[in-house]
């Protein structure tokens, strides 16, 4: 089983690889060096987001039609080779969107629409076989191993691409999203090898699937689970909504060339990583609510930092700011999705964690589109580019702000407790 799982792994990783250089670099490139509005930025890197209600459908779909006896690979194969496909395709697309706006952004549609619905055709397609090949016992061992090779692995990239760009040129951001895209696809395919068990005639080995109606039915049973799932909501679309923007604030503020901009993915992954494993001894000596609020007043604290290194233009203070945005990030991920399994009723926690993957979306896409509408609107009305970011930022503050209010007023005591809460690392994983 532990091949397996590494395999699993590696396929994992090998989705997230395609993500990191559009969110992390490209997103950058497009902004600062091509002057791009935000706006069409933030819609292009939401289109993941926006395609992930499909989950369900696409999750269906595979069950009942198998490929050649295989119910996942075929489908985990597509999704990555339109991943692939649509990494390696972005940053000629995106040239093409600055010299000639109206016809690059119809192919930036179809590029980044690739992408997106690879990501969501592949990701739903591996947890399932990930779930099934483990089985309800050793599901979480599975699942921390995925996400662990994950988290290593946007590090590592980021670092890699951050030293294919220096220095930078158009040709070398080609270059290094090709050599990203097909690294991610040989080990896609190591991944893919002898994987999935060709189905026997007539074996049905469905896996559960619920519809939006029943996920919303069970969290409307309970008005904290409501407001725990609005929580979650606001929290997630202030913290992450900052993807789009951060690198390109950077550059505009403190004129970070595009390698050093690059690095602020894995310093916030790294920061992440640590306090994943800080969140583990935490939880043995304090409540989970308690640690919930620390890592968001930790990632309000970064907001606010970053906020004020803008304001006074010190890159030292951003850098500070990055690391306990990334702190308070992996702190609160960790702690809020335990929080999320206390308030799990018993028998629907297939349900619950469709819901949390609702929600998790719907974050992304909240926040990603907030970020670059926002930023848009205020540098147009003030003419005052650093001003946008700013507000941006404050925004973000004062939504979590509003999610550590939220937080007080969520009583977990009231809720059953009869489901066992999943590993530290089994939770964050399910943020992915």
């Known amino acids: 089983m532990l091949r397996k799982r590494l395999q699993l792994g590696l396929i994992h990783l090998a989705v997230a690889m395609t993500l990191v250089p559009i969110n992390s670099t490209l997103n950058r490139v497009m902004i600062k060096e091509l002057g791009i509005a935000a706006t069409i930025v933030a819609l292009l890197a939401s289109l993941p987001y926006l395609f992930s209600p499909l989950q369900v459908a696409i999750g269906s779909y595979s069950d009942r039609h198998p490929i050649f006896g295989f119910r996942r690979s075929p489908y985990i194969l597509f999704g990555l080779l339109l991943c692939v496909g649509g990494l390696i395709a972005s940053p000629q697309i995106a040239f093409l969107m600055a010299q000639k706006p109206a016809f690059g952004i119809l192919a930036a549609g179809l590029a980044f629409g690739a992408w997106g619905m690879g ?4 990701s739903v397609s591996y947890l399932a076989l990930a779930s099934e090949l483990s089985g309800e016992k050793e599901r979480g061992k599975t699942v921390a191993i995925m996400w662990f090779m994950m988290i290593v692995s946007i590090i590592f990239t980021a670092v890699a691409i951050s030293r294919m760009v220096d220095p930078y040129s158009p040709e070398a951001l080609q270059r290094a999203f090709l050599m990203v895209g097909f690294a991610a696809l ?3 395919l190591i991944g893919l090898t002898r994987l999935e068990s060709r ?5 049905n080995t469905s896996a559960e699937n619920y519809t939006f109606k029943e ?20 929290l997630l679309a202030a913290i992450l909504g900052q993807d789009v923007l951060l690198e390109p604030f950077a550059a505009e503020t403190f004129g970070m060339t595009v390698q050093q901009t690059t690095r602020i993915t894995s310093i916030w992954g790294g920061a992440v990583l640590l306090t994943i494993l ?12 308690q640690v919930a609020q620390i890592g968001n007043l930790s990632a309000l604290g970064g907001f606010l930092i970053i906020l004020g290194s803008g304001v006074i233009a010190s890159k030292s203070i ?13 702190l609160a991920t960790v702690a809020n999705l335990a929080l999320m399994f206390d308030l799990t009723l018993p028998g629907y926690t297939g349900l ?6 609702v929600s998790n979306a719907l974050s992304r896409l909240v926040g990603t589109l907030l970020a670059g509408v926002v930023r848009d609107a205020v540098t147009g009305l003030t003419h005052n580019l650093i001003g946008g970011y700013l507000v941006v930022f404050g925004i973000e503050a004062a939504m979590l702000a509003l999610a550590v209010y939220m937080l007080i007023r969520i009583d977990v005591e009231s809720f059953h407790k009869q489901v066992e809460a999943p590993s530290v690392l089994e939770r964050v994983a399910l943020s992915e």
Request: no cysteine; hydrophobic share 55%; glycine share 14%.
């Open 278 to 289: 800080l969140a583990g001894l935490l939880e043995r000596r304090l409540p989970r609510k």
């Open 215 to 234: 996920m919303a039915a069970v969290i409307l049973k309970s008005r904290q689970s409501t407001l725990f799932f609005w929580y979650l909501t606001l």
């Open 199 to 203: 189905l026997v005639h007539g074996q």
């Open 186 to 188: 040989v080990l896609g």
């Open 119 to 122: 990501y969501n055709l592949s």
């Open 352 to 357: 619950f964690i469709g819901a949390w993957g």
């Open 318 to 330: 951003f850098w500070l700011g990055v690391v306990l945005l990334g702190a308070g990030t992996g």
